[in-house]
């Protein structure tokens, strides 16, 4: 026969105990203040990047604008007077004047270089006139 003991005091397998409540509540607490620090730390520079990635998108729109066009306009603007040079912006091909401008640099290039011959190469950079950030890349007439 199989006789099985009872415990004599009920409490002895109650389940936990107040001081273990207590115990776990501040480890929970603990660990759950630097997650939620963390968590606010990260959301308070939400607003800035979206105002970058605005800002950044709407180079990539005028880089693009600029490349869709034929190769002979944006290569004739080099000719233009006082174009060619690592610092002459586009009045046709940059924005009007305002305090978002977007101004586009065009010059002829033989890869590394101004050249001041025909390459059938032009080095593209647009830029936020006050800001800093740029876009550069080739527009060739073959491709």
Do not use: C
């Not at 912006?89 to 940059?94: E, G, P, R």
């Not at 065009?106 to 890869?111: A, C, E, Q």
């Amino acid at each position: 026969m199989n006789i099985t003991r009872q415990p004599k005091h009920r409490s002895a397998i109650a389940g936990l105990a107040y001081l273990e409540v207590m115990v776990a509540l501040v480890l929970i607490a603990m660990a759950l203040v630097p997650a939620l620090n963390a968590l606010q730390t990260d959301t308070r520079g939400t607003p800035a990047l979206i105002a970058v990635s605005a800002r950044d998108a709407l180079l990539r729109a005028k880089m693009e604008d600029v490349l869709a066009k034929p190769f002979d306009t944006v290569n004739a603007e080099t000719f233009l007077a006082g174009g060619n040079t690592t610092a002459s912006v586009s009045a046709a091909l940059s924005d009007a004047a305002g305090p978002d401008r977007r101004i586009v640099i065009l010059y002829r290039t033989d890869g590394s270089a101004v050249s001041g011959s025909d390459t059938g190469l032009v080095r593209v950079r647009v830029a936020w006139e006050v800001g800093g950030t740029a876009l550069e890349t080739l527009k060739s007439k073959w491709w």
